[in-house]
C-alpha cells in the first residue's frame, strides 16, 4: 500500500466537540486505529478524552458513534467533577438528542488501572464486555489516562525489567489494534512524555504544547486610559504523523464548558 492509498483511505470519526479541531483531524478521531496525544501535565490531554466520551454518545449524522465509552485511567484521582462539569454544558448543548432525565455520564464506563500488568489483564476481558455491550449502548470509545504512568515506575533499569517492559508494551498495543479492527473502535491513549511511540507503530501521533503569552486587556476607565496586562495561557495540537493527515496545528483554548480550538 502506498503513502497515496493511505491517505484516500476513509474511516469512521468521531467528532471530539469542536469544529476547529475536527477540521484539523477531517473529521475527528478515526475509527479503527490507535490515536496517541503526547504532552507535558497540564496541557489539556485529559480534557480533550473526556469530552471525547461525551460526544461518542452524539448519532452519526452528528459527528458521534452513538456509543458508549470505556475509560481506562491512570492518573489519580479520576476527574469525576470535571467531567460531570462538562456533561452539564453537553447536555445543554445536545439536549434534543437525549431523554429529559438523561445522564450521558452513565454511558463512560470508568475504570482504574494500577500497574501494566493490570491493563493487560483488563484487556484480555475487554472482549467479552464488548460484545455484550451491543444489547444496550454499544462501546465504541477506549481512553487510557494515561499510558506512560504505568511504564515509569513500575520498571527497574535493567536488561530484565526493560525486556519485560518492552513485552508487556508490545502486548497490550497488540491487542489495542486488534480490539479497534475486530470492533471498529477509536482508541485514544495519552503519554505524558515527549517521545512519540513512533510512526512505524502504526499509531497516529497528536502533540499538545503549552504557553504562557502576556496579552493587552482592554478595560475602559473612568480617565479613558487601558493599561492592564494579563497572562493567558496558548494551547496548541499539532499533527504528528498519521497516514491521512498532514503536518498542521491550531490553536486552543480551556473553557468551563470544555475544549475550543481558536482561529487567527
Same mark, same amino acid.
Given at each position: 500500500?502506498?503513502?497515496?492509498? !493511505?491517505?484516500?483511505?476513509?474511516?469512521?470519526?468521531?467528532?471530539?466537540?469542536? +469544529?476547529?479541531?475536527?477540521?484539523?483531524?477531517?473529521?475527528?478521531?478515526?475509527?479503527?486505529?490507535?490515536?496517541?496525544?503526547?504532552?507535558?501535565?497540564?496541557?489539556?490531554?485529559?480534557?480533550?478524552?473526556?469530552?471525547?466520551?461525551?460526544?461518542?454518545?452524539?448519532?452519526?449524522?452528528?459527528?458521534?458513534?452513538?456509543?458508549?465509552?470505556?475509560?481506562?485511567?491512570?492518573?489519580? +484521582?479520576?476527574?469525576?467533577?470535571?467531567?460531570?462539569?462538562?456533561? !452539564?454544558?453537553?447536555?445543554?448543548?445536545?439536549?434534543?438528542?437525549? +431523554? %429529559?432525565?438523561?445522564?450521558?455520564?452513565?454511558?463512560?464506563?470508568?475504570?482504574?488501572?494500577?500497574?501494566?500488568?493490570?491493563?493487560?489483564?483488563?484487556?484480555?476481558?475487554?472482549?467479552?464486555?464488548?460484545?455484550?455491550?451491543?444489547?444496550?449502548?454499544? %462501546?465504541?470509545?477506549?481512553?487510557?489516562?494515561?499510558?506512560?504512568?504505568?511504564?515509569?515506575?513500575?520498571?527497574?533499569?535493567?536488561?530484565?525489567?526493560?525486556?519485560?517492559?518492552?513485552? *508487556?508494551?508490545?502486548?497490550?498495543?497488540?491487542?489495542? @489494534?486488534?480490539?479497534? @479492527?475486530?470492533?471498529?473502535?477509536?482508541?485514544?491513549?495519552?503519554?505524558?512524555?515527549?517521545? *512519540? %511511540?513512533? +510512526?512505524?507503530?502504526?499509531?497516529?501521533?497528536?502533540?499538545?504544547?503549552?504557553?504562557?503569552?502576556?496579552?493587552?486587556?482592554? #478595560?475602559? @476607565?473612568? #480617565?479613558?486610559?487601558?493599561?492592564?496586562? %494579563?497572562? @493567558?495561557?496558548?494551547?496548541?495540537?499539532?499533527?504528528?504523523?498519521?497516514?491521512? !493527515?498532514?503536518?498542521?496545528?491550531?490553536?486552543?483554548?480551556?473553557?468551563?464548558?470544555?475544549?475550543?480550538?481558536?482561529?487567527?
Amino acid at each position: 500500500m502506498t503513502p497515496q492509498s !493511505l491517505l484516500q483511505l476513509t474511516s469512521q470519526k468521531c467528532t471530539t466537540g469542536c +469544529p476547529i479541531l475536527d477540521r484539523l483531524l477531517y473529521g475527528g478521531i478515526p475509527c479503527d486505529s490507535i490515536t496517541e496525544i503526547v504532552a507535558e501535565s497540564g496541557s489539556g490531554k485529559t480534557q480533550i478524552c473526556l469530552q471525547l466520551s461525551l460526544h461518542a454518545q452524539l448519532p452519526v449524522s452528528h459527528g458521534g458513534l452513538a456509543a458508549s465509552s470505556l475509560y481506562l485511567h491512570t492518573e489519580f +484521582p479520576f476527574p469525576f467533577r470535571r467531567l460531570h462539569q462538562l456533561c !452539564l454544558s453537553f447536555r445543554s448543548s445536545n439536549a434534543h438528542h437525549f +431523554p %429529559v432525565n438523561d445522564n450521558p455520564c452513565d454511558r463512560i464506563f470508568v475504570q482504574s488501572v494500577h500497574t501494566a500488568d493490570h491493563l493487560l489483564e483488563i484487556m484480555s476481558k475487554t472482549d467479552p464486555f464488548i460484545e455484550n455491550s451491543k444489547n444496550q449502548v454499544p %462501546v465504541r470509545l477506549i481512553v487510557i489516562d494515561s499510558i506512560a504512568a504505568l511504564f515509569r515506575s513500575d520498571f527497574d533499569n535493567t536488561p530484565v525489567e526493560l525486556k519485560r517492559r518492552s513485552s *508487556l508494551f508490545f502486548k497490550i498495543s497488540s491487542k489495542l @489494534k486488534a480490539l479497534a @479492527k475486530r470492533f471498529n473502535l477509536a482508541v485514544l491513549v495519552t503519554n505524558q512524555v515527549v517521545d *512519540l %511511540v513512533g +510512526p512505524n507503530e502504526g499509531i497516529n501521533g497528536l502533540f499538545l504544547s503549552r504557553n504562557e503569552e502576556v496579552i493587552r486587556e482592554e #478595560n475602559e @476607565k473612568s #480617565n479613558g486610559q487601558s493599561c492592564d496586562f %494579563v497572562k @493567558k495561557k496558548m494551547r496548541k495540537l499539532y499533527v504528528v504523523f498519521a497516514p491521512h !493527515l498532514p503536518e498542521s496545528s491550531c490553536e486552543f483554548e480551556i473553557t468551563r464548558e470544555g475544549l475550543f480550538g481558536v482561529e487567527r
